[in-house]
């Protein structure tokens, strides 16, 4: 099943985008500063999973879900998906937790 993998990683961040369109919590609150936050996060930690990568602690083994391409060595493209969506979900959960606390102080 190759590719499963980056489905369910598309597929979340697309059931993210839609919670952020519903409650304009992120990019619907302001793109700019979303899109950068979102891309400063992404790479951080590509350059932490390259460092990591470099030392041997970390490795892509094998597995039948991911495509095959790496963006660079033992790095597939699937894990700037997954950094992606840390980095959404990250931003999601700050945001609505500081709506929720102004409502709650209300």
């Known amino acids: 099943m190759s590719g499963l993998?980056?489905?369910a990683l598309l597929f979340s961040i697309l059931g993210l985008a839609l919670l952020d369109r519903k409650h304009g919590l992120v990019f619907f609150a302001n793109?700019?500063?979303?899109?950068?936050t979102t891309a400063i996060c992404v790479v951080f930690f590509s350059i932490w999973d390259a460092v990591g990568i470099f030392n041997g602690i970390f490795f892509k083994?094998?597995?039948?879900l991911l495509i095959g391409f790496?963006?660079?060595y033992e790095y597939p493209l699937e894990?700037?998906?997954f950094l992606t969506l840390l980095a959404y979900t990250g931003q999601m959960v700050m945001a609505g937790w500081a709506r929720y606390s102004?409502?709650?102080a209300k």
Do not use: T
Request: no cysteine; charged share 25%.
């Open 31 to 36: 793109a700019k500063m979303a899109a950068l």
């Open 102 to 104: 102004k409502a709650g």
């Open 79 to 81: 894990e700037a998906f």
């Open 70 to 72: 790496e963006v660079f």
């Open 5 to 7: 993998y980056l489905a």
């Open 61 to 64: 083994g094998q597995n039948e």
